[in-house]
DNA sequence: CCAGACGTTGTT
DNA sequence: GTCTGG
DNA sequence: CCAGACGTTGTT
DNA sequence: GTCTGG
């Protein structure tokens, strides 16, 4: 599916459609031309993710200069978000199950079904907002409604068993968060490492200033599929990484 | 009635 | 400065 | 939100 | 599709 919900009496391509329905302001939701409708028969659905980012909004720091975090469930000790080699099955428990001790975040959202010419559905969401609880409002005035338990997402997904009403029950602050802070290596949307999510911290103390030996060192850690420690994280180097300028339109190429 | 919007993030 | 793509 | 584009002439 | 502004 989607990020960012396509009506379906959307005109024309859906791929400029952009990502102005990206989120749905739980204040507006109700009487929204855009999604009482969806909200109204139903279309409700859970989006699971590891996590997502956020940049604190900080009046001094330049937009470019806002830190951005990592958000997620909070984790056991000892699991780490950014090193899925610490995510491994509990055998002994949960064998049976084979359920994985880490916990991925479900948020609720709302989605349509847009049908393009050749009769091809496609699913899109938005994912409800409202303001912030002391638990992210540290970082920004809004944040996403998570689903905890499984009786919630139940009552959230479920539409032929729990009404519109019970449903909106769900929709509340969630009770506490895991976090850290990331480089600027996310700032570029284009960007797709799996660098993005690991831990950042600017103290200079031990840290490695040599880009080559930064880059020794990462390629050695890439091998031996280690993560990287936080010392070992510096912004110069991720400048090398960032992805390639785009080409102009086809027309324009050679 | 018809035309045009339908939304959020953010900012001051 | 302002718009688009992600 | 942030990053990156923002354009025309002409040619094959 | 449905609502608002003119």
Avoid at 35 to 64: H, L
Avoid at 131 to 138: F, I, L, P
Avoid at 180 to 188: A, E, F, P
Wanted: glycine share 4%; net charge positive.
């Amino acid at each position: 599916m989607l990020w960012g919900m396509i009506p379906f009496w959307h005109q024309g391509d859906f791929k400029k459609h952009g990502l102005s329905t990206n989120n749905c302001r739980l204040e507006h939701m109700m009487n929204s031309k855009l999604f009482k409708g969806p909200f109204a028969r139903g279309q409700r659905c859970v989006v699971v993710c590891e996590g997502f980012y956020e940049w604190q909004t900080t009046k001094s720091a330049k937009p470019s200069e806002r830190p951005a975090f990592y958000i997620y469930m909070p984790q056991k000790e000892g699991l780490q978000m950014h090193n899925k080699s610490t995510w491994q099955f509990d055998l002994e428990k949960d064998n049976e199950k084979m359920e994985p001790k880490v916990k991925l975040l479900k948020l609720a959202g709302l989605f349509d079904v847009w049908v393009d010419e050749k009769g091809d559905k496609i699913y899109s969401y938005s994912i409800i907002t409202f303001e912030s609880s002391k638990v992210m409002s540290w970082l920004h005035h809004r944040m996403p409604a998570v689903l905890e338990t499984d009786e919630e997402v139940a009552q959230w997904i479920d539409y032929k068993k729990y009404s519109n009403e019970e449903a909106m029950k769900v929709l509340k602050p969630v009770a506490k968060l895991g976090w850290h802070k990331v480089s600027k290596l996310v700032n570029n949307s284009r960007q797709r490492s799996k660098d993005c999510n690991k831990p950042f911290k600017e103290s200079s103390k031990g840290k490695i200033t040599s880009f080559l030996a930064i880059r020794k060192r990462k390629e050695e850690q890439i091998k031996k599929d280690l993560p990287m420690s936080d010392d070992e994280i510096d912004e110069d180097f991720f400048d090398e990484y960032k992805p390639k300028r785009r080409r102009f339109s086809d027309s324009d190429q050679e």
